[in-house]
């Protein structure tokens, strides 16, 4: 367990000449919650994100009876890791929820630059190959000239079918179509990959509304920037308050962002990460795995 160690190695500074046995007095924890607002500001996690976890966790921490095998740094180590895990979403991944007559939509959203469309091939892929389901992906994007073809090529990379392009229809006209050959040649899932914009604006949200409305998709996943920091926790609140996220990809997990946003992630939208993006290639699409963002946030 890295994170334990680095976190012990950190703490155990903290109180060494504190009596090393008993219960943890305030005073105790106190020091070592210093440690640990440090680390995760630093990490990138939001200040009130980090001011609720450490009340959360000062109060687990004082009385915690320290038994003789573990040293205090150790013990406050572990509270604070074990409460980290839980604020990430708990020990197990999240899988997506497909729990709908199929064809099954899946709504992709979030800001141009996200890696929106690399994660509707990845999803794909991934259900495809996995879960051995028939797939069809959509793009709504007509904003861009070039983003159905982008995903047509992605889709062909995947060795996924992708919904013909029809120049001129509007995106909930796409949605309308994409669901319709979803039914009518027996898809199990549709992924539907809306706009993205460079800036959260009233026409994107208006938009995914529209189509929000016009298919009810089983999931709105929305994909953020790991390296982005507390620009995607802004993202993650606007996107939440104008169209409700039931779960959030994080991508470029495989860069040095020490993934603080993750615990905002939670926090702003209440939604669970489901999975996150470790690359380019349309494998690097993997479960969360709250204990090891947990161990890069403390690192
Ligand atoms: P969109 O505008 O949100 O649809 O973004 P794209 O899917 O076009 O991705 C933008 C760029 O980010 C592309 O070059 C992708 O290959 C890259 N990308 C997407 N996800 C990841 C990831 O998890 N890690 C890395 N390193 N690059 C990624």
């Known amino acids: 367990r890295p994170l334990f160690e680095a976190l012990s190695g950190k703490l155990s500074g903290v109180f060494d000449g504190l009596a090393k046995r008993g219960a943890l007095s305030e005073a105790d924890v106190a020091e070592a919650m210093r440690e640990v607002r440090l680390a995760m500001l630093d990490a990138d996690v939001a200040l009130s994100v980090v001011k609720d976890f450490v009340n959360k966790v000062r109060e687990r921490a004082v009385g915690h009876e320290v038994l003789d095998s573990i040293s205090p740094g150790q013990a406050v180590a572990k509270i604070v890791n074990d409460a980290l895990i839980d604020a990430l979403g708990g020990a197990g991944a999240v899988p997506l929820n497909l729990n709908a007559v199929p064809p099954v939509p899946i709504l992709?959203?979030?800001?141009?630059?996200?890696?929106?469309?690399?994660?509707?091939?990845?999803?794909?892929?991934?259900?495809?190959?996995?879960?051995?389901?028939?797939?069809?992906?959509a793009s709504l994007d007509t904003q861009r000239p070039a983003a159905q073809l982008q995903l047509q090529q992605l889709a062909e990379r995947a060795g996924v079918p992708s919904l013909p392009i029809v120049p001129g229809q509007t995106p909930v006209e796409i949605a309308r179509r994409a669901m319709d050959t979803g039914r009518r040649e027996g898809f199990d899932v549709v992924?539907?990959?809306?706009?993205?914009?460079?800036?959260?604006?009233?026409?994107?949200?208006?938009?995914?509304?529209?189509?929000r409305a016009e298919t009810s998709p089983a999931e709105t996943l929305l994909v953020v920037d790991a390296m982005t920091g507390q620009d995607a926790v802004n993202t993650a609140r606007a996107f939440n308050e104008a169209?409700?996220?039931?779960?959030?990809?994080?991508?470029?997990?495989?860069?040095d962002?020490?993934?603080?946003?993750?615990?905002?992630?939670?926090?702003?939208?209440?939604?669970?990460?489901k999975?996150?993006?470790?690359?380019?290639?349309?494998?690097?699409?993997?479960?969360?795995?709250?204990?090891?963002?947990?161990?890069?946030?403390?690192?």
């Open 257 to 273: 962002a020490r993934g603080g946003a993750a615990l905002s992630m939670r926090a702003v939208t209440g939604a669970p990460i």
């Open 243 to 255: 169209v409700g996220v039931t779960g959030v990809v994080m991508t470029r997990m495989d860069g």
């Open 191 to 211: 992924i539907l990959d809306t706009a993205g914009r460079l800036s959260i604006d009233e026409a994107l949200m208006n938009e995914v509304r529209e189509i």
């Open 108 to 137: 992709m959203v979030g800001l141009q630059g996200s890696g929106k469309t690399t994660t509707s091939g990845k999803i794909a892929l991934r259900l495809a190959t996995r879960e051995r389901k028939k797939v069809l992906l």
């Open 275 to 299: 999975l996150t993006g470790s690359g380019e290639k349309l494998d690097a699409l993997e479960e969360f795995h709250p204990e090891r963002v947990a161990g890069r946030i403390l690192g």
